[in-house]
T-cell receptor, first 116, second 116 residues
Framework: DQQVKQNSPSLSVQEGRISILNCDYTNSMFDYFLWYKKYPAEGPTFLISISSIKDKNEDGRFTVFLNKSAKHLSLHIVPSQPGDSAVYFCAARVRISGGSNYKLTFGKGTLLTVNP | NAGVTQTPKFRVLKTGQSMTLLCAQDMNHEYMYWYRQDPGMGLRLIHYSVGEGTTAKGEVPDGYNVSRLKKQNFLLGLESAAPSQTSVYFC???????????????FGQGTRLTVV
């Protein structure tokens, strides 16, 4: 049962245009959503996050939007640059039942290619 | 600033052999995680630890054991390697998330394991 879904395995955009990466989730108990970026042969690095009580968070060229009613979030990159080409993972955090601990669940990732 | 360091970076095992992957973090983080990444599967949680001396199962724990004897180290063991365990393994660490706050996970560079 995949609770965090990234239905697009890949996305290709032109440099300077907007990149929109999508993520859907099924667990209404997720309290934080995070985006990670991964280059080949490197570990994932944190990009941006959003609390479940917010609907938008912006950091420079990166904006994450959360639509709780639709259980959907998206990452917007404007303008896209060739250096943004990487795999982007959506992740969601949930409290482990019965305690004060949490765990992260990741989607399968979307490969973004930004063409010069 | 070492962050999260994984040892080794590459390894080839024969079926039935055993090995231990070492993860070390110097950020005094409470939480540590082991993930595996397979093509088309994203990052799947194997085991995790919420503090020294504690471990818990993730999504895909079978065939693996872990230990967290020291806060800074998290060991992942394969007692009898199988070809299905061919994967890239990532270790990560984070602060205790705490309610209402976001705590990103920091990842190591990965260990590429091939079981023949």
């Amino acid at each position: 049962d995949q609770q965090v879904k990234q239905n697009s395995p890949s996305l290709s955009v032109q440099e300077g245009r907007i990149s929109i990466l999508n993520c859907d989730y099924t667990n209404s108990m997720f309290d934080y959503f995070l985006w990670y970026k991964k280059y080949p042969a490197e570990g994932p690095t944190f990009l941006i996050s959003i609390s479940s009580i917010k609907d938008k968070n912006e950091d420079g060229r990166f904006t994450v939007f959360l639509n709780k009613s639709a259980k959907h979030l998206s990452l917007h990159i404007v303008p896209s640059q060739p250096g943004d080409s990487a795999v982007y993972f959506c992740a969601a955090r949930v409290r482990i039942s019965g305690g004060s601990n949490y765990k992260l669940t990741f989607g399968k990732g979307t490969l973004l290619t930004v063409n010069p | 600033n070492a962050g999260v360091t994984q040892t080794p970076k590459f390894r080839v095992l024969k079926t039935g052999q055993s090995m231990t992957l070492l993860c070390a973090q110097d950020m005094n983080h409470e939480y540590m995680y082991w993930y595996r990444q397979d093509p088309g599967m994203g990052l799947r949680l194997i085991h995790y630890s919420v503090g020294e001396g504690t471990t818990a199962k993730g999504e895909v724990p079978d065939g693996y054991n872990v230990s967290r004897l020291k806060k800074q180290n998290f060991l992942l063991g394969l007692e009898s390697a199988a070809p299905s365990q061919t994967s890239v393994y990532f270790c990560a660490s984070s602060k205790h998330p705490g309610q209402g706050t976001n705590t990103e996970a920091f990842f190591g560079q990965g260990t590429r394991l091939t079981v023949v």
